[in-house]
């Protein structure tokens, strides 16, 4: 028996042949195959034989073996009426087609929206080949007792894996770093990146042009796409010589190749790719050093034989810390680690210096958030407005199950006519999602440019046909299951009314209501504090102000110079890094505490020339020498976070083993933007080398007319340099759009929340109504007044309402100061309550419109033809 | 009329059943086929075709013995009824007739161009 079993065809198709095969052949063409099968695993492997086995036994899907399916033609042509009908429906109550459609399409929309911004972040990278396979190599560092990750690592760890980690496949070391590149006459600031050669074996960035071996030759360098079209739109780029100057000397790249255009998906590409040896002869740094990471160090990225050997490496690294750790005691390192590139971008926000970073994640899951909830609401209004629309069709309900239909039947039919609703829904949705949100989107956050190519993303049709059905099931059940319950005698003799007091749907308007409140309030809190930002005092005069990056001592004095012989310029300075456009961070260290500072290196009339205020002690004197390397001007924050404030001006701050004391503080800059809390920061004195910007503060309101003096003046002197100079007013343009972006989409979905609240107080009153026509109509003819009729109507509503206000008001502005607290300081007490009154009003607002269109048509109503058709 | 002709398929089935007989089962007739004709032959396409010629009443069927290789299955068995017997003979002395009446240089000709 045992033998038997051995050579059981297999059961699945034998299951499927019972389940289409007619009874009476069955047997025989069973027993058929069966014995076919003995026959075949005699000769062939089992996988052959089953093979065939399925082959034949799909064979006969043939008309003579087939089971008559008379049963199941029916039940196609029920379908096919069910689906007529449905549209007929859609066509008849217009009305609550379009609010049904409308409020399902809008949020289909949005969830789409919110799902391609959410599927980007989780398929950032993904495109490499292997990527799993590929991880960073990432520093944990202990800073000030708190472990904090770092994306960089010392030189020579690269290096040393390859050569002494087996698992270690191949290796690339990368870093970027800003200079000139010339061809001709296009001369532009460029980011470089430097790489080892196997960048590109181990990053998918295919060629179109060249060879990537060629990035093994010293002296070649390899294109984007978008890089080759800006410096040689009409030659072939190939063998041409790029110029690059650094500090003024130039060095010569070969072109030996073009990468082709990168992936949306991309989160870091590069617009040149240089050898990374080049570093040492270009910027002096040892490439076989174990310094530590701060002062000389680079990205790491590795690819291992397999993804598992993450296993076995990540324990070996220790070695190589404590290698590092010996040669650097002041900077200690916990721990490398490996970090798989698939969610590097995703987690780059957690790591200092991170190589790749996505977007944060905050927003998404608010964004998420927000679309769950209007999805919520356009479900609950549907429930609502199909159960009260069942009250139109409950003579139908009674005759399809006076002639049989069961209640199975019946629900069938309601799901069935939901799925058409949901089915028209959702593709309206894609279509304004994919043409209209998207774009939108795109246009809001600049340069974010996402797109949707439904063809080529199978997730995107599968997530549609995901909400389709779990909006039509959800949607559609209580309706379904609630309608088809009715007893058909109970409605021919017409005392079936819509049952209960619909406490569901109260619950629902309320909270729906209580959603719409907070949505609301935030589109206006959104709107106040972007007005509110922009009149915010940036702690220094940034209006009336050039700055042009320069390159050298000679070409910060040439437009010094300048400046002393131009009426238009009142005073000029010069500086390492500028506010709001750049800093550099020290490490400092005061009574043995270590920390880390924003550091601006200046000359001295720098802060009289940006209008910075010093608040206390005094500005620094150039005719002190004491001042050059002994003296530091802090910003308040400083004072309040770092330095004994009692007296700040005694306490001497060590950087970098040398000792400073404080002799002025400044009242707090915005150096980031406005969401980010005002870190300590420092300004010191440097010599004219270091400076890289020169600021020029020009008479009121001729800033344009300076520019175009200035932008002359250095076309003439200086062809060989870019011209970059830029307004400071402008230095906050980017973080201005972003929160302007983020005030419109709060806007938007502010109003998607009012139309659909707005539609489900809608379908509940008229369900109402419905449900009490009978009483209007007697009290109207027994004399009721219209004041009467309008309490009678109102009243509940009012007081739901009145509820979910009084409780959303006060637990939004928590939520809100809660929020701000976090990001923006203080925010809250310059809005005030009004934006809370506002939204109270634009609520009420929105009540008394959609009841009274309702109590009009009750008031209008002739109460006899109520009473009469029953 | 419609049901009683033969097709190519259904008539090398119908002539298997006959050289098989008393042994023509659907797998049995599928074997010979491969064996006679080295056509790929599915087991289902000899079912349809039995199934066919059997409702036109030229085969006739009754089941046997199970046995043990079928898992106790029983297996249907064909026997050629008379009129499969008259259709048979028609289609033959129609082929006979048609081929005598090919002149001889046609053939010759056939045979020319052939080799």
């Given at each position: 028996m045992?033998?038997?079993?051995e050579?059981a065809p297999?059961?699945?198709?034998?299951r499927?042949?019972g389940?289409?095969?007619k009874?009476e052949?069955?047997?025989e063409?069973?027993g058929?195959?069966?014995?076919?099968?003995?026959?075949e695993?005699?000769?062939?492997?089992?996988w052959?034989?089953?093979?065939s086995?399925?082959?034949?036994?799909l064979?006969?899907?043939?008309p003579?073996?087939?089971?008559?399916?008379?049963?199941?033609?029916?039940?196609?042509a029920?379908?096919?009426?069910?689906i007529?009908?449905g549209?007929?429906?859609?066509?008849?109550q217009k009305?609550a087609?379009?609010?049904?459609?409308?409020g399902?399409?809008t949020?289909?929309?949005?969830?789409?929206?919110?799902?391609v911004?959410i599927?980007r972040?989780?398929s950032?990278?993904a495109?490499h080949?292997?990527?799993?396979?590929?991880?960073?190599?990432?520093?944990?560092?202990?800073?000030n007792?708190?472990?904090?990750?770092?994306?960089r690592t010392?030189?020579?760890?690269?290096p040393?894996?390859k050569?002494?980690?087996?698992?270690?496949e191949?290796?690339?070391?990368?870093t970027r770093?800003l200079a000139t590149?010339?061809?001709?006459d296009?001369?532009f600031?460029?980011?470089l990146t430097?790489?080892d050669?196997s960048?590109l074996?181990?990053?998918?960035?295919?060629l179109i042009?060249?060879?990537?071996e060629?990035?093994?030759?010293?002296?070649?360098?390899?294109?984007?796409?978008a890089?080759a079209?800006?410096y040689?739109?009409?030659?072939?780029?190939?063998?041409?010589?790029?110029?690059i100057?650094i500090?003024g000397?130039?060095f010569?790249f070969?072109?030996?190749g073009?990468?082709d255009?990168?992936?949306?998906?991309?989160s870091f590409?590069?617009?040149?790719l240089?050898p990374f040896?080049?570093?040492k002869?270009?910027?002096n740094?040892?490439?076989?050093?174990?310094?530590?990471?701060k002062?000389q160090?680079v990205?790491?990225?590795?690819?291992?034989?397999q993804?598992?050997?993450n296993?076995?490496?990540s324990?070996?690294l220790?070695?190589?810390?404590?290698?590092?750790?010996?040669?650097?005691?002041?900077?200690?390192?916990?721990?490398?680690g490996?970090?798989?590139?698939p969610s590097?971008a995703?987690n780059?926000q957690?790591v200092?210096?991170p190589y790749a970073s996505?977007?944060?994640?905050?927003?998404?899951?608010m964004?998420?958030?927000i679309?769950?909830l209007?999805?919520?609401s356009?479900?609950f209004?549907y429930?609502?407005?199909s159960?009260?629309?069942?009250?139109?069709?409950?003579?139908?309900?009674a005759i399809?199950?006076?002639?049989g239909?069961q209640?199975?039947?019946l629900i069938?039919?309601?799901l069935?006519?939901?799925?058409v609703?949901?089915?028209?829904?959702?593709?309206?949705?894609?279509l304004?999602g994919i043409?209209?949100f998207?774009p939108?989107?795109?246009?809001?956050?600049?340069?974010?440019?996402?797109?949707?190519?439904?063809?080529?993303?199978?997730?995107?049709?599968?997530?549609l046909?995901?909400l389709?059905?779990a909006l039509?099931?959800?949607s559609?059940?209580y309706?379904?299951?609630?309608?088809?319950?009715?007893?058909?005698v109970?409605?021919l003799k017409?005392k079936?009314?819509?049952?209960?007091?619909?406490?569901?749907?109260?619950?629902f308007l309320?909270?729906q209501?209580?959603?719409?409140?907070v949505?609301?309030?935030?589109?206006?809190l959104?709107?106040?504090?972007?007005?509110?930002?922009?009149?915010q005092?940036?702690?220094?005069?940034?209006s009336?102000?050039l700055?042009?990056?320069?390159?050298?001592p000679a070409?910060y004095q040439?437009?010094?110079?300048f400046?002393?012989?131009?009426?238009?310029?009142i005073?000029?300075?010069?500086?390492?890094s500028?506010?709001?456009?750049?800093f550099?961070?020290?490490?400092?260290?005061?009574?043995?505490?270590?920390y880390?500072?924003?550091?601006?290196n200046?000359s001295p009339?720098?802060?009289d020339v940006?209008?910075v205020?010093v608040?206390?002690?005094?500005?620094?004197?150039?005719?002190?020498?004491?001042?050059?390397n002994?003296?530091?001007i802090?910003?308040?924050?400083?004072?309040?976070?770092?330095?004994d404030?009692?007296?700040?001006f005694d306490?001497?701050?060590?950087?970098?083993g040398?000792?400073?004391?404080?002799?002025?503080?400044?009242?707090?800059?915005?150096f980031d933007?406005?969401?980010?809390?005002i870190?300590?920061?420092?300004f010191?004195?440097v010599p004219?080398e270091?400076?890289?910007?020169?600021s020029?503060?020009t008479?009121?309101g001729?800033?344009?007319?300076?520019e175009?003096?200035?932008?002359?003046?250095?076309?003439?002197?200086f062809?060989d340099?870019p011209?970059?100079?830029?307004?400071?007013?402008?230095?906050f343009?980017?973080?201005?759009n972003?929160?302007?972006?983020?005030?419109a989409?709060m806007?938007f979905?502010a109003?998607?929340?009012i139309?659909l609240?707005?539609m489900?107080?809608?379908?509940?009153?008229?369900?109402?109504?419905?449900k009490?026509?009978k009483?209007?109509s007697?009290?109207?003819?027994l004399?009721?007044?219209?004041?009467?009729?309008?309490?009678?109507?109102?009243?509940?509503f009012?007081?739901?309402?009145?509820?979910?206000?009084?409780v959303a008001a006060?637990?939004?502005?928590m939520?809100f100061?809660?929020l701000?607290?976090?990001?923006?300081?203080?925010?809250?007490?310059?809005?005030g309550?009004?934006?809370f009154?506002?939204?109270t009003?634009?609520?009420?607002?929105?009540i008394?419109?959609t009841?009274?269109?309702?109590i009009?048509q009750v008031?209008?109503m002739?109460?006899?033809?109520?009473?009469?058709?029953? | 009329?419609?049901?009683?002709q033969?097709?190519?398929?259904?008539?090398?089935?119908l002539?298997?059943v006959?050289?098989?007989?008393?042994?023509a089962y659907?797998?049995?007739i599928?074997?010979e086929?491969?064996n006679q004709?080295?056509?790929?032959?599915a087991?289902?396409?000899?079912?349809s075709?039995?199934?066919r010629?059997q409702?036109k009443?030229f085969l006739?069927?009754?089941l046997d013995?199970?046995?043990?290789?079928?898992?106790?299955?029983?297996?249907?068995?064909?026997t050629?009824?008379?009129?499969?017997?008259?259709a048979?003979?028609k289609?033959h002395?129609?082929?006979n007739?048609l081929?005598n009446k090919?002149?001889?240089?046609a053939?010759k000709?056939?045979?020319?161009?052939g080799?």
């Amino acid at each position: 028996m045992a033998d038997q079993s051995e050579i059981a065809p297999p059961k699945l198709a034998d299951r499927l042949l019972g389940w289409f095969c007619k009874d009476e052949l069955l047997e025989e063409i069973k027993g058929d195959l069966h014995e076919f099968y003995g026959m075949e695993r005699t000769e062939k492997s089992a996988w052959k034989a089953n093979w065939s086995y399925w082959y034949h036994m799909l064979h006969f899907l043939r008309p003579f073996a087939l089971k008559n399916k008379t049963q199941k033609q029916t039940s196609i042509a029920m379908y096919r009426s069910y689906i007529k009908t449905g549209f007929r429906n859609l066509k008849r109550q217009k009305l609550a087609s379009f609010i049904n459609v409308f409020g399902l399409a809008t949020t289909i929309a949005i969830s789409l929206v919110v799902y391609v911004l959410i599927d980007r972040q989780f398929s950032l990278d993904a495109f490499h080949a292997d990527a799993d396979q590929i991880f960073a190599v990432q520093s944990r560092i202990d800073w000030n007792g708190t472990e904090e990750t770092w994306g960089r690592t010392p030189l020579q760890l690269g290096p040393s894996l390859k050569a002494e980690i087996p698992q270690v496949e191949e290796m690339t070391r990368v870093t970027r770093k800003l200079a000139t590149v010339r061809f001709e006459d296009n001369v532009f600031n460029e980011v470089l990146t430097y790489a080892d050669p196997s960048y590109l074996s181990i990053f998918s960035f295919p060629l179109i042009q060249g060879q990537a071996e060629s990035l093994k030759g010293k002296k070649n360098i390899i294109l984007s796409k978008a890089s080759a079209e800006k410096y040689f739109p009409a030659d072939d780029p190939i063998g041409k010589d790029l110029k690059i100057l650094i500090d003024g000397k130039a060095f010569l790249f070969s072109v030996t190749g073009v990468a082709d255009g990168f992936p949306e998906t991309a989160s870091f590409t590069f617009d040149f790719l240089l050898p990374f040896e080049n570093l040492k002869e270009m910027y002096n740094i040892d490439l076989q050093g174990w310094k530590n990471i701060k002062t000389q160090s680079v990205f790491t990225f590795v690819k291992l034989d397999q993804v598992s050997s993450n296993q076995q490496v990540s324990p070996r690294l220790a070695s190589y810390r404590d290698v590092v750790n010996d040669i650097n005691p002041d900077w200690q390192i916990r721990q490398f680690g490996l970090y798989p590139l698939p969610s590097l971008a995703r987690n780059g926000q957690y790591v200092r210096e991170p190589y790749a970073s996505g977007s944060t994640p905050e927003i998404l899951i608010m964004f998420a958030i927000i679309s769950l909830l209007l999805l919520a609401s356009a479900c609950f209004n549907y429930v609502n407005i199909s159960v009260s629309m069942a009250q139109k069709r409950l003579s139908e309900i009674a005759i399809r199950k006076v002639v049989g239909g069961q209640r199975k039947q019946l629900i069938t039919q309601f799901l069935t006519e939901n799925f058409v609703l949901c089915f028209v829904a959702t593709i309206l949705g894609a279509l304004v999602g994919i043409y209209a949100f998207l774009p939108g989107i795109n246009v809001l956050f600049s340069g974010s440019g996402y797109t949707i190519n439904i063809f080529q993303d199978p997730a995107i049709p599968g997530f549609l046909i995901i909400l389709f059905v779990a909006l039509s099931l959800i949607s559609g059940a209580y309706p379904a299951f609630y309608i088809s319950a009715f007893k058909p005698v109970a409605i021919l003799k017409g005392k079936q009314n819509l049952a209960g007091k619909n406490r569901l749907g109260k619950v629902f308007l309320t909270m729906q209501f209580f959603l719409t409140f907070v949505a609301i309030v935030s589109g206006l809190l959104f709107t106040d504090l972007n007005e509110f930002q922009e009149e915010q005092d940036w702690g220094y005069q940034a209006s009336d102000l050039l700055v042009v990056p320069v390159e050298d001592p000679a070409q910060y004095q040439a437009l010094k110079l300048f400046a002393t012989q131009s009426p238009g310029i009142i005073n000029t300075a010069g500086s390492g890094s500028q506010i709001g456009r750049s800093f550099v961070e020290s490490a400092i260290k005061i009574t043995d505490e270590k920390y880390t500072v924003r550091t601006f290196n200046i000359s001295p009339d720098y802060l009289d020339v940006m209008n910075v205020r010093v608040i206390e002690g005094r500005d620094f004197d150039e005719n002190l020498s004491s001042d050059q390397n002994k003296s530091l001007i802090v910003n308040k924050a400083f004072l309040n976070q770092i330095s004994d404030s009692e007296n700040p001006f005694d306490q001497p701050v060590d950087i970098e083993g040398e000792t400073f004391n404080i002799v002025g503080v400044t009242e707090n800059f915005h150096f980031d933007d406005f969401f980010s809390p005002i870190t300590p920061a420092i300004f010191r004195l440097v010599p004219e080398e270091r400076y890289n910007y020169i600021s020029m503060r020009t008479t009121p309101g001729g800033l344009n007319d300076t520019e175009a003096l200035v932008k002359a003046e250095w076309t003439k002197q200086f062809p060989d340099s870019p011209y970059a100079g830029f307004f400071q007013e402008e230095v906050f343009d980017n973080f201005f759009n972003s929160t302007g972006s983020l005030k419109a989409v709060m806007n938007f979905v502010a109003m998607v929340a009012i139309i659909l609240s707005a539609m489900g107080l809608f379908g509940l009153v008229s369900l109402f109504i419905i449900k009490k026509l009978k009483e209007y109509s007697i009290r109207k003819v027994l004399g009721a007044n219209g004041t009467h009729i309008v309490k009678l109507v109102s009243k509940q509503f009012i007081i739901l309402m009145s509820i979910a206000m009084l409780v959303a008001a006060p637990l939004s502005y928590m939520i809100f100061d809660t929020l701000f607290a976090q990001v923006f300081p203080g925010s809250m007490d310059t809005v005030g309550i009004s934006p809370f009154l506002l939204t109270t009003l634009i609520l009420l607002a929105v009540i008394f419109v959609t009841i009274s269109s309702h109590i009009i048509q009750v008031l209008r109503m002739n109460p006899v033809k109520n009473l009469r058709l029953e | 009329m419609k049901g009683t002709q033969l097709g190519e398929f259904e008539e090398l089935v119908l002539l298997i059943v006959g050289v098989l007989y008393p042994d023509a089962y659907g797998l049995s007739i599928r074997e010979e086929i491969i064996n006679q004709t080295k056509r790929k032959v599915a087991i289902g396409a000899v079912h349809s075709a039995l199934s066919r010629l059997q409702e036109k009443g030229f085969l006739e069927s009754r089941l046997d013995e199970a046995t043990h290789e079928r898992g106790g299955r029983r297996k249907r068995l064909f026997t050629i009824t008379y009129s499969g017997k008259r259709a048979l003979e028609k289609n033959h002395e129609l082929r006979n007739n048609l081929f005598n009446k090919i002149p001889e240089l046609a053939l010759k000709g056939l045979n020319l161009s052939g080799i």
